[in-house]
């Protein structure tokens, strides 16, 4: 299989992306659990992919970066697109609320960097909400992967985080962990399994954490 690198890889994926899958949806529900409010704030989602969870937030300033320009949507009404490095974030210290950055982390080799910048454009007492790919979901064989429009499946780059190394980056940058949630496959994602024809899967991979999920506060 062909591992291509962040960019390359979302290049490739963006025509099918907003498809949900069993690690989408997992992610979903361990953001949902934190109950971080974001209507009315002013919202940043690092790494945002299409935009689909921008447009559905209800924040009052909703603003989406993203590495790879083919998977930004046009800017509209209410949600404005930029491409942009999580690394570097063009934006002025403590313009967000809350800041939300997704399934992103993974493809990062070293955490700081991207941590500082999250808590940079973050407000003293705002929220920022990271997820990755779960550490045991990787060490069980599971690799972040997709299949193109022309059926060929590749992989993405993807670097291991465990939880203490994202808490370590992120007191650093001046972020404290409010919550932490290990998201695992259960009978809330058993449909995507049984549309795909691997009920035996499913079976096999219940109680597999698939989505590490972390709170933080940024503390003065």
């Given at each position: 299989?062909?591992?291509?690198?962040?960019?390359?890889?979302?290049?490739?994926?963006?025509?099918?992306?907003?498809?949900?899958?069993?690690?989408?949806?997992?992610?979903?529900?361990?953001?949902?659990?934190?109950?971080?409010?974001v209507?009315?704030?002013?919202?940043?989602?690092?790494?945002?992919?299409?935009g689909?969870?921008?447009?559905?937030?209800?924040?009052?300033?909703?603003?989406?970066?993203?590495?790879?320009?083919?998977m930004?949507?046009?800017?509209?009404?209410?949600?404005?697109?930029?491409?942009?490095?999580?690394?570097?974030?063009?934006?002025?210290?403590?313009?967000?609320?809350?800041?939300?950055?997704?399934?992103?982390?993974?493809?990062?080799p070293?955490?700081?960097?991207?941590?500082?910048?999250?808590?940079?454009?973050?407000r003293?007492?705002?929220?920022?909400?990271?997820?990755?790919?779960?550490?045991?979901?990787?060490?069980?064989?599971?690799?972040?992967?997709?299949?193109?429009?022309?059926?060929?499946?590749?992989?993405?780059?993807?670097?291991?985080?465990?939880?203490?190394?994202?808490?370590?980056?992120?007191?650093?940058?001046?972020?404290?962990?409010?919550?932490?949630?290990?998201?695992?496959?259960?009978?809330?994602?058993?449909?995507?399994?049984?549309?795909?024809?691997?009920?035996?899967?499913?079976?096999?991979?219940?109680?597999?954490?698939?989505?590490?999920?972390?709170?933080?506060?940024?503390r003065?």
């Amino acid at each position: 299989m062909t591992t291509l690198s962040p960019r390359d890889g979302y290049r490739l994926w963006a025509p099918t992306y907003s498809a949900e899958t069993v690690v989408t949806a997992l992610e979903e529900q361990t953001v949902e659990s934190f109950a971080v409010p974001v209507v009315g704030a002013r919202l940043l989602d690092a790494g945002c992919g299409t935009g689909r969870r921008l447009r559905t937030a209800d924040a009052r300033v909703a603003v989406g970066i993203d590495l790879t320009p083919e998977m930004l949507p046009v800017t509209h009404r209410t949600e404005h697109y930029a491409v942009a490095d999580v690394r570097a974030l063009p934006f002025a210290p403590d313009r967000f609320d809350v800041v939300w950055c997704r399934l992103a982390l993974g493809h990062i080799p070293d955490l700081a960097a991207a941590y500082r910048e999250l808590a940079r454009v973050c407000r003293v007492g705002g929220s920022v909400v990271v997820t990755d790919f779960h550490p045991a979901a990787a060490a069980a064989g599971h690799r972040r992967t997709f299949r193109a429009s022309d059926g060929s499946v590749y992989e993405i780059a993807h670097y291991v985080h465990a939880l203490i190394e994202h808490e370590r980056a992120a007191d650093v940058a001046g972020l404290d962990t409010i919550k932490h949630d290990d998201r695992a496959v259960g009978p809330a994602v058993r449909e995507f399994y049984e549309r795909a024809g691997r009920g035996g899967a499913y079976e096999t991979q219940v109680g597999l954490p698939m989505v590490l999920g972390i709170a933080f506060t940024r503390r003065t």
